[in-house]
T-cell receptor, first 111, second 114 residues
Framework: AQTVTQSQPEMSVQEAETVTLSCTYDTSESDYYLFWYKQPPSRQMILVIR??????QNATENRFSVNFQKAAKSFSLKISDSQLGDAAMYFC????????FGTGTRLQVFP | DTGVSQNPRHKITKRGQNVTFRCDPISEHNRLYWYRQTLGQGPEFLTYFQNEAQLEKSRLLSDRFSAERPKGSFSTLEIQRTEQGDSAMYLC????????????FGPGTRLTVT
């Protein structure tokens, strides 16, 4: 079965600091995509970053970067220079077609 | 490009009533997905369409649930004889379906069954 696990229900970080959110997944597929989505309180899901499994290079989008370890089936998100607006639920998701989500990590950012 | 829209945003209904939600995807997106999200959980897949064809339905989708995408554009999700356990946020997402796998989400419809 394809599953996504986020083992950190909550994380906190001070403004301007760096935080890493963890995600592991299980699949027998060789070709797939991984995503991190952000869901602010009472607001819609926003795509943060994506990673194609066939690419060895880790994806980067401004302050957001991933550490993709295919053999270990690990896909962590690093947020650098954290801002108050980064506070949200973060969901890791896997897809060959439909999205399979983890249970989420709630990120709090303190000034 | 106005993004994915969903209507209504909120729906309160009594147990046993039927409800219908609408989703308008990003124009020219071929794929349309429905997910359900309960409080504190990640979204769970319900069903998806490639144009007007419904390609997959989750086992979570009981026979009280039906979804359509009649002209390959907007989609509707109907729940018949609602139960309190149906209370959730119903999310719609769309993707181009042509080599890009990102899904873009609408704001959701929050259903409360009393």
């Amino acid at each position: 079965a394809q599953t996504v696990t986020q083992s950190q229900p909550e994380m906190s970080v001070q403004e301007a600091e760096t935080v890493t959110l963890s995600c592991t997944y299980d699949t027998s597929e060789s070709d797939y995509y991984l995503f991190w989505y952000k869901q602010p309180p009472s607001r819609q899901m926003i795509l943060v970053i994506r990673q194609e499994a066939y690419k060895q290079q880790n994806a980067t989008e401004n302050r957001f970067s991933v550490n993709f370890q295919k053999a270990a089936k690990s896909f962590s998100l690093k947020i650098s220079d954290s801002q108050l607006g980064d506070a949200a639920m973060y969901f890791c998701a896997y897809t060959p077609d439909k999205l399979i989500f983890g249970t989420g990590t709630r990120l709090q950012v303190f000034p | 490009d106005t993004g994915v829209s969903q209507n209504p945003r909120h729906k309160i209904t009594k147990r046993g009533q039927n409800v219908t939600f609408r989703c308008d995807p990003i124009s020219e997106h071929n794929r349309l997905y429905w997910y359900r999200q309960t409080l504190g959980q990640g979204p769970e897949f319900l069903t998806y369409f490639q144009n007007e064809a419904q390609l997959e339905k989750s086992r979570l989708l009981s026979d009280r649930f039906s979804a359509e995408r009649p002209k390959g554009s907007f989609s509707t999700l109907e729940i018949q004889r609602t139960e309190q356990g149906d209370s959730a946020m119903y999310l719609c997402a769309s993707s181009s379906g042509t080599g890009e796998y990102e899904q873009y989400f609408g704001p959701g419809t929050r259903l409360t069954v009393t």
